[in-house]
């Protein structure tokens, strides 16, 4: 096409593309009448040269119609999605998914897997025994209108240009733009047919964003292109300068989401979740005030719906809902061993990423798109930010099967835990919504 | 190559890529390690965030050992090429090559074909019947060595990468930026293994760089490569803002060089190319000074020694030599029509760009790469900028076979030639030397 050459310069000089330029490029390339060296070209400029609010808007709208869009029109239920920019023990869709079920949503959730520091939802789920992730569409519309939830990977029917645009993005160093990040996630999200989304934009050393300027820009953008394409969408920046929650590895997060839904989950995890859940209810239409929203949220945990849904999400999608009684169901570890704090004091930092790399040291992440991961290892903390600790006290322990990075772990984990003479300050976990007012709900 | 992608970041950035940096993206890309789509992002960003100087000569360089680079070393004489950025009507290689060779300089000059509103010297050349622009390079080094030149296009031995980058830059808006286009020339001149080069930098309409600012900045980035190369280096910035000569198309531009080493050439074109042949007698140390050796150049026209040796050229490579003395075996257009003034005055400017838009529309030039172009076309202007002009007499003649856009090239030619009731000033056709002290010859 030689029209790409011409939009390729367009944006190169600092121009605006327009709706349907945008159409035109996107096309293209599904067509493969635009090459992919036109397109890395075009991504390199719109890293270095932006794309303003209506321009991300329209490659997102260029993006999601490469694909199929789901119809769920036949689910009278407010359709309700979550989703979240990873980070190092983000666990809350395996919370936040049943318990939104539970209180009345449907929630198509279509999940990504880990890379580098960070997990993923659908790795978490594939450590439990029997669950299917890779539901075609129809049976994945089946489990969710008779659920209320299910989650799967991503799939060649929603979106396919974000697959192309990604895996050209990764090799030409046009990944960290938010404009192409933004559109990214979007395209896939509206995909879904959802009505609303909640967005868990996380910030800090764990997150893909560090800073809260990003974090907040990223989060901006990704709600002005719902307002453009009539999706209710309101984001949290919550922090990622430490896990979330005690445990990262797959099974060993699938435990603690199960003993969240039993009402004795940790507080920061427990707050992220109940807080976006709330922001579910409230952009679905079931309440009308985050107070009601979030009382929702707490009713139903007490009550056990929250679990029971769980399990029978499990059940739906071919996996053992026994494993919420009996945790030996889950794939376990071969060696346990503790971590001991060599000094008295407080616990003053754990350093998200770094804590993230020891993870995948042991097994529990991937180096690569195509490494392993063994579902069993991982890091349970025992103490939190803000503890006291005695020297000889053990701060995590290390779960493990391949002990020939473990000692590397183990160093990664010495340069992650900072321990200071005085307790500090609390950081918040929720830093900021985006935007500030609620958008209402179904009416 | 995962390296490829941080060397696409580095400069993404804003960083400096290294000599090796350079080395391994440019063999990369020809061990096909390096994929094209991250060339051409790369290339964006190259386009978008520059190069330095010593970055531009890296590059140069890297280009440069893509391919093989000639060894004249058995040849004795200074081995001396010029090179235009191209033009309309710019004509000078084929009286500056045989000037300089009967002056004392072996000159190795392989250029490129046309493109546009410009005609390149392969196609004029390719206008003399039998003239085989296509040697081996074997053959060519062989009729270098007995001719003291040889004229050929750009083979796939020499700088090979330079020829996989155009080819991503034309089609991926990454062909206007200066250190690309530096280069892009300097790979594919040093690889002549030349001592030293006279550069002819056109400025204005018809030219490449349409601004001064432009063509200097170009001419001083391929002069400082030059010095990183330890390669003399001169450019001539001259003006293209009317074309050099009266005669646009192939074989009229043949027509107008031997009139011109005859003795007969257009002053302007006269200037250009004596100041460029001077030029290289002073890089290959034939003379010390301008003065010399722009007398040397007088001489040698004057004795008919430079249309003795372009007819031994042409024999050399195959063609008729016959053709200085008889035009009528070139080809000929089998219509000519005048062009006539509507009104009188004095001719105050002939728009290049436009003019070689209407000798493309006749044929004479290119509008794609794989466009056939009729040698036997174009237009030759019989008054120049500043001659006085009545109504109804002609300003030039339409060289013309195929008459469907005859009507299209007129309007073209009624928009390129303003005529005023004044005469103006007359502009200087060499604007600027670069650098102003022309470098030590060999001692």
Redesign the interface.
């Known amino acids: 096409m030689m029209r790409?050459?011409?939009l390729?310069?367009k944006k190169?000089d600092g121009g605006e593309l327009s709706r349907e330029d945008f159409a035109q490029l996107i096309g293209g390339l599904m067509r493969g009448e635009v090459?992919?060296?036109?397109?890395?070209?075009l991504?390199?400029?719109i890293?270095?040269?932006g794309l303003n609010e209506r321009e991300t808007a329209d490659l997102t709208e260029a993006m999601l119609r490469s694909g199929r869009v789901l119809d769920l029109s036949n689910i009278r239920l407010p359709k309700v999605d979550k989703h979240s920019t990873g980070g190092v023990g983000d666990k809350t869709s395996l919370i936040i998914a049943p318990i939104a079920a539970a209180g009345g949503l449907a929630v198509p959730m279509i999940s990504g897997r880990g890379l580098g520091h960070t997990g993923g939802t659908l790795d978490k789920l594939d450590s439990i025994p029997g669950f299917n992730t890779r539901l075609g569409i129809d049976e994945f519309l089946r489990v969710l209108a008779r659920t209320g939830a299910a989650l799967i990977g991503q799939t060649d029917d929603l979106a396919p240009a974000d697959r192309t645009l990604y895996a050209?993005r990764?090799?030409?160093?046009?990944v960290e733009s938010i404009p192409l990040i933004s559109a990214s996630i979007m395209s896939k999200k509206l995909a879904e047919g959802i009505d609303a989304l909640a967005l868990d934009v996380k910030t800090g050393s764990g997150a893909f964003m560090k800073t809260r300027e990003q974090s907040r820009a990223l989060a901006e953008r990704m709600a002005s292109i719902g307002a453009a394409h009539h999706t209710r969408v309101q984001a949290l920046v919550t922090d990622m300068s430490q896990p979330l929650g005690a445990a990262v590895g797959n099974a060993l997060e699938v435990i603690e989401c199960i003993e969240t839904l039993k009402g004795r989950g940790p507080a920061r995890l427990l707050e992220v979740s109940r807080e976006l859940t709330a922001v579910m209810f409230l952009l679905g239409g079931i309440e009308s005030s985050m107070g009601e929203a979030q009382r929702r949220f707490d009713r139903i945990l007490a009550s056990g719906n929250g679990l029971e849904k769980f399990a029978e999400i499990i059940e739906a999608q071919g996996g053992k809902a026994r494993i919420v009684d009996d945790y030996s169901l889950l794939p376990a570890a071969r060696h346990q061993e503790p971590f001991v704090s060599r000094q008295s004091g407080f616990i003053a930092g754990i350093e998200a990423q770094t804590v993230g790399f020891a993870a995948m040291a042991l097994g529990a992440g991937r180096e690569r798109l195509d490494s392993v991961i063994d579902p069993a290892v991982g890091i349970v903390f025992r103490k939190a930010v803000g503890d006291p600790i005695a020297a000889g006290e053990p701060i995590c322990a290390l779960f493990w099967n391949d002990g020939s990075k473990l000692e590397s772990a183990r160093a990664l984990l010495e340069q992650a835990i900072t321990i200071a003479p005085e307790r500090a300050a609390p950081l918040p976990v929720i830093l900021e919504r985006i935007p500030n007012d609620v958008p209402g709900g179904i009416s």
Chains 1, 2 share one sequence.
């Open positions: 790409a050459t011409e390729i310069r190169r090459a992919d060296y036109q397109a890395s070209a991504l390199m400029a890293f270095l040269r050209l990764d090799v030409t160093a046009t």
